[in-house]
């Protein structure tokens, strides 16, 4: 018997370890977008590296700015360094967590889908498109080593009000070359729409 | 433990290890960098789990929702009762009183008005529309006031496309931090205020309150579901009804995406 419950005590290992590293993404209610719809709303789409973050307040709130070196361009025309404002973060003594925001790290390499943020007093600063469904993080495929990426909600259930389940959805795993194409397709096929 | 078993225990031991490292090594990219459920005490030590000031004695939570409401066409919030009107206030009321009901078929939670009767301050009202932000002219901290509040009428720079609702909570890293109106913490990790934030209809999405509001969390709907009271299932069916003559472009089914932050 011992043997059974050793393996039990190695399967929950995993599973502990699997909860631990699972994203917190919640309370944040989004509209699902699709990917036409997100390169439709977004003013550029770029791949891009995180090269750092700062916290800085802003008209009485904590904003967290990371900064990204942008690789390539899909939609728009973006600098080579970019700053994508993002609501949250810490300053001083104090932590203001909204949860479902996207946070960086430093080397990080991602797919963007970037619009002014709505507020005039900001200027045009950017910001993500639909939070996590505008932000794709790329990681190489361990045999193969190209690149993939996998969409921010496509790793937390969602709750579908119609079926009153939670389903995965989103965009998982994909070549980066797949997203990309895709991309351009949808941006082509907006411009050819009167 | 003889021999063999001790050699299958360490044996499973480091498969799980491998699993744990092979699961870190594919899933950190997509996960996030940090654990944010926990904030590291500015005096060092431990991080703290966040949560709201639940020791024996202290005050109720204080909660209250904003009265302020977009005025659009069509109608940011889909009622049964005449857009504008004190019936309306009601009808939103009782629907945020009902969210916080579906709580009590989860256990271990302090919304939980069952196993928690006295947690929970009694739901109030604010005519402020800024109440869970930031007053943008003067920068000031007028959001952060110690009350939990939930607004529909906002229009922080927060939102972009696709945002439809956000939660900012703002947490103390060590006692006696005070932050705009709010209460001095009285600890690290101190949750001093919660505030969900509702945009208006910049996107033309047509939603209801009642569904925005019943959608419930990952951990309620998995453990129990929410039991729907009669009348919220017709009112759910009436706002279902409300919510087909959008037009069809304009139809969305808001989701949540994860748990809750459980107080």
Redesign the interface.
Known sequence: M??AL??L???S??IA??L??????????????SLAQ?TS??ANVVHAECTGNQAVW????IWTVTSFRVLENWKGNSPEEIQV????G?AG?????????????IG?ETVLFL?P???R??GGVL????????TF???RD?RTYEMRV?Q???????????S???RETGIRNWPLAKLKARVIAAESSRRRTP | MNHKSRRHFVRSLALATIFAFLFQWTGAPMANAYVRDFTVPAAGGCPQPQHQNIAIGAVPLARQWSTSLPNTNPAAIVTTAAQGTPAQLNEIEATIQQAYAIWVGVSGTLVNANSFPNALGTLGRTATQNACSPDPVNGVQTGVDGINTICFNQTSAAFTTGVLSFTRIMVADAPSQVFGSAPPSIFAGQIVDADISMARTRWDLCLSVTVILFTPSRSSASSSPPTWPAPLRARAAQARRLRAQCPRSTQTSPRASGRSHTP
Do not use: C
Request: proline residues 10%.
């Open positions: 011992k043997p050793i393996d005590t190695s399967i290992f995993v370890f699997a631990l590293l699972s994203p917190l993404a919640q309370s944040t209610t989004l509209a699902p977008l997100l709303s977004a802003r008209d009485g709130e404002w993002m609501i949250g810490r003594a104090v932590t203001s967590y909204v949860p479902g925001a996207p946070r960086f790290r990080e619009e943020a709505s507020s007093s900001f910001s993500i498109t639909a939070w996590s469904e505008g993080r790329i990681h361990p996998t921010d909600t496509a790793i937390t259930p969602n709750f579908d009000p119609s009153r389940t939670f």
